[in-house]
């Protein structure tokens, strides 16, 4: 601690007199009347100085308390950003075996890709299969939800209910939905409400378009058996689009329900009955898991059949003509990315089909002793041979 060494000056009353007082000789060269060398402020020096130093000044705290804080944040952001960030988590529900449609999978993960996500990477998927016993949906759906996914997507109707179930928060993502307002999964395409939203296969154009290629091949077709399950979402729906289809060409229909695989044969065997020229698949979780079954009994009893999916073409059915599932999962990924965001799948309107696959297998044809017209070939996006 410091100390200012202080002097202190007396002035005689007497300003004219040279006579010094006693408390003068402290000082002789004041009685002396020799210049002083101080000039400033003797009159208003104190005790005072004899305290300490004084602190620092105010400047020079704040100066110092502004370092220590930008310090302390400077350190606190460095903190966060070495934290890794959070990693979206996709679940993904599928009641058929993961070898059955590897395509709509690789599209899904393509249009991730096109967005900037790669599995692995910036995004986790969850991949559920029920491995085509639709009774383990429900569990699957609830394993999902446990994980805390961030969206759920689900590759078709049963699936989609079964998510439905078990969460009315997390988002889901339609991306194979035949008639999404009829099964109550949203109130409206334009405004869906909820937490549902993504793809639907709706398009009102699509039983008339399938009719028609029959025919083409078909000239004399005159009689068809339509095979479907009225349990299955949407299926009244397309029937009815088929009925009207059907009057407009003068085809007579014959409905045959199939709610199990034991039904697969007994609807081959109603439809030899009646005559049918021709058959028309409609989509059902029962027919598509039984796909190889049902194309064996169309090529047994000598049937020409048009199929909803390309899976069964590939398996070696006769044709099909509907939307691309493909593009349906790869359009799917636009809407998690909106939903990882931040939008409300409420907001975000269910579209539908922009792109549709007509596909022809020839070798199926020969098994039946069909010739595909040219000009029916010309109009087919893949041709199996």
């Known amino acids: 601690m410091k100390y200012f060494q202080c002097d202190f000056v007396f002035r005689s009353e007497n300003r004219k007199s040279k006579t010094c007082t006693a408390f003068d000789k402290l000082r002789p060269r004041a009685c002396r009347g020799e210049p002083r060398r101080r000039t400033c402020g003797e009159r208003r020096r104190t005790i005072q100085n004899l305290q300490p130093e004084a602190d620092p000044p105010q400047a020079e705290k704040w100066l110092r308390l502004s370092v220590i804080a930008f310090v302390l944040v400077l350190t606190g952001a460095v903190a966060e950003a070495q934290q890794p960030a959070?990693?979206?988590?996709?679940?993904?529900?599928?009641?058929?075996?993961?070898?059955?449609?590897?395509?709509?999978?690789?599209?899904?993960?393509?249009?991730?890709?096109?967005?900037?996500?790669?599995e692995g990477k910036n995004i986790v998927i969850e991949w559920r299969s029920a491995e085509g016993k639709l009774d383990r949906l429900p569990a699957l759906a609830a394993e999902l939800v446990r994980l805390k996914v961030d969206v759920i997507v689900t590759s078709a109707s049963r699936e989609t209910r079964a998510v439905k179930e078990a969460t009315n928060t997390i988002p889901i993502v339609m991306t194979n939905e035949g008639?999404?307002?009829?099964?109550?999964?949203?109130?409206?395409?334009?405004?869906?409400?909820?937490?549902?939203?993504?793809?639907?296969?709706?398009?009102?154009?699509?039983?008339?378009?399938?009719?028609e290629l029959l025919k083409e091949i078909v000239p004399k077709l005159s009689r068809l058996a339509v095979v479907g399950s009225s349990t299955s979402p949407g299926n009244a729906h397309t029937l009815r689009e088929v009925e009207l289809a059907a009057g407009a060409f003068g085809v007579k229909l014959q409905y045959l329900d199939v709610l199990s695989p034991k039904d697969i044969e007994t609807a081959f065997r109603a439809a030899g009955k009646e005559l049918a020229d021709a058959v028309l698949m409609l989509s059902s979780s029962v027919l598509t898991s039984q796909r190889t079954h049902v194309i064996e009994l169309a090529v047994k009893n000598q049937l020409p059949a048009s199929y909803p999916r390309p899976e069964f073409v590939e398996a070696g059915g006769l044709m099909t003509y509907g939307p691309s599932t493909t593009d349906l999962h790869r359009r799917a990924a636009t809407y998690v990315d909106k939903i990882l965001k931040g939008a409300k799948p409420a907001d975000l309107p269910v579209e539908q089909p922009k792109k549709f696959e007509f596909i022809i297998n020839l070798k199926a044809a020969k098994q039946i002793g069909l010739t595909i017209p040219p000009n029916v070939l010309a109009r087919a996006d893949k041709v199996i041979k």
Do not use: C, H, M, W
Not at 86 to 114: D, H, M
């Open 86 to 118: 959070k990693v979206p988590r996709i679940g993904y529900l599928s009641a058929a075996s993961p070898s059955t449609n590897p395509a709509r999978r690789e599209t899904f993960r393509q249009g991730l890709r096109e967005l900037g996500y790669v």
């Open 179 to 211: 008639d999404p307002v009829g099964t109550g999964f949203v109130a409206s395409l334009a405004r869906p409400g909820g937490n549902i939203t993504g793809l639907s296969t709706l398009a009102p154009e699509l039983s008339g378009k399938r009719l």
